[in-house]
Nanobody, 126 residues
Framework: VQLQASGGGLVQTGGSLRLSCKAS????????MGWFRQAPGKEREFVAA????????YYGDSVKGRFTISRDNAKNTVYLQMNNLNPEDSASYYC????????????????????WGQGTQVTVSS
C-alpha cells in the first residue's frame, strides 16, 4: 500500500485546512485509515481514524469538535478537514492504513497500522 498525503501549509490561528491522502496498491475499501501528527520533540499523536465503510470514526481528545475525517472510496482518498486551528496543531501530519475485515472499526494506536505515508507539514501562526 502506498499513501500520498497532501494539503498541508501555513495558516493563521482560527483558519482551516483540508488534508488529503490518496492510497494505491490495494483495494481502498479494504483499508481502515488514520491520521497521526508529530511535532518536533513530541511523540506521535493520534488524530483521527475511520473505518472501511466511512461511518465509524474516532478522534483524539485534542481535536474533537474541530477536525473531521472522511473518505471517498471511489477516489481512494481519505480527508482530514481541520477547522479552528491553533498553534498547538502545528506538526507533520501522517496518514496511515491497515487491512481489516471489520467494516466498522479502525485502530487508534500507531502500532495498529502497517502502512504509512510521508508527512505533510501544517504550521499555524499565532
Amino acid at each position: 500500500v502506498q499513501l500520498q498525503a497532501s494539503g498541508g501549509g501555513l495558516v493563521q490561528t482560527g483558519g482551516s485546512l483540508r488534508l488529503s491522502c490518496k492510497a494505491s496498491g490495494r483495494t481502498f475499501s479494504d483499508l481502515a485509515m488514520g491520521w497521526f501528527r508529530q511535532a518536533p520533540g513530541k511523540e506521535r499523536e493520534f488524530v483521527a481514524a475511520i473505518g472501511r465503510g466511512g461511518r465509524a470514526s474516532y478522534y483524539g481528545d485534542s481535536v474533537k469538535g474541530r477536525f473531521t475525517i472522511s473518505r471517498d472510496n471511489a477516489k481512494n482518498t481519505v480527508y482530514l478537514q481541520m477547522n479552528n486551528l491553533n498553534p498547538e496543531d502545528s506538526a507533520s501530519y501522517y496518514c496511515a492504513a491497515e487491512l481489516t475485515t471489520n467494516w466498522g472499526w479502525a485502530p487508534r494506536g500507531s502500532s495498529g497500522y502497517r502502512y504509512w505515508g510521508q508527512g505533510t507539514q501544517v504550521t499555524v501562526s499565532s
